[in-house]
């Protein structure tokens, strides 16, 4: 019950953190505060539906089916990332996230990534195996600490490595993920194997949770370059 507990608030806290740094950043673009307050609304109760969609597809095992030609569980995370970027070039919210005083929002759904200690319960009571749980679990906690750093004290060099570690962090769990049990041909030889993370509740994690941290990431490190490159652009002369 406290690994289900855990990753229902996380999924849950994730997109609404997301969907409130919207609501806070709206007036800095110039939105009203109902257009903000739809913006958010619409981007929660989108990445909600999908929580509850994936979790649909879990409990029937659409995740976790060895003859299965295609990988969905691998086909849900990619498309919820690349939904998350996409939805991101849409005008309202790229407004929001483009905006000079939005710099430390996207750091805060990050924060819920403390939570990544229900990896360690989960590889105590015997369900995820250690070479997983451990870097997994470790680097979530450490990146969620630092998420709440970031938000107190922001610059734009913290920002960047916070961004590649997280993103980082991220990758490696993955990839442990899939040698370890998630791949049709599993590399490690660890036992148990990681298909629990193909299994409710923990499939909400990959299909949810990772999808979004990654691409807030992603959208962080695009508004860090595009930040850099505007202040050393050169000044034009101006001619007497």
């Known amino acids: 019950m406290v690994v289900w507990i855990l990753v229902l608030v996380g999924s849950v806290a994730t997109p609404s953190v997301a969907a409130v740094a919207l609501y806070r950043g709206g007036p800095a673009a110039g939105l009203s505060p109902r257009r903000s307050a739809g913006v958010a609304v619409l981007a929660g109760a989108v990445w909600g539906a999908w929580v509850v969609a994936s979790a649909v597809l879990a409990a029937n095992d659409a995740y976790h089916d060895p003859d299965a030609v295609v990988p969905w569980l691998g086909v849900a995370a990619l498309g919820a990332f690349v939904a998350a970027l996409l939805a991101a070039r849409i005008p309202a919210p790229a407004r929001i996230l483009a905006a000079s005083s939005t710099t430390t929002r996207p750091a805060w759904p990050h924060a819920v990534r ?11 009571q015997g369900t995820l195996p250690a ?27 913290r920002a960047f490595w916070f961004n ?13 993920g899939l040698l370890g049990g998630l791949a049709t041909h599993p590399v490690l030889a660890v036992s148990p194997s990681t298909a629990a993370m193909s299994l409710l509740p923990l ?38």
């Open 114 to 124: 403390v939570l990544g200690v229900l990896f360690l319960i989960a590889m105590a």
């Open 131 to 157: 070479a997983f749980a451990l870097p997994a679990g470790l680097g979530d906690m450490a990146i969620g600490v630092a998420a709440i750093l970031l938000a107190r004290r922001w610059n734009p060099r």
């Open 164 to 176: 590649v570690f997280g993103l980082l962090d991220l990758v490696v769990a993955v990839t442990l």
């Open 203 to 240: 499939a909400l994690i990959p299909t949810t949770v990772v999808p979004l941290d990654a691409a807030l990431h992603v959208l962080s490190l695009a508004r860090l370059r595009r930040a850099t490159r505007s202040a050393t652009l050169p000044v034009p002369a101006v001619n007497a």
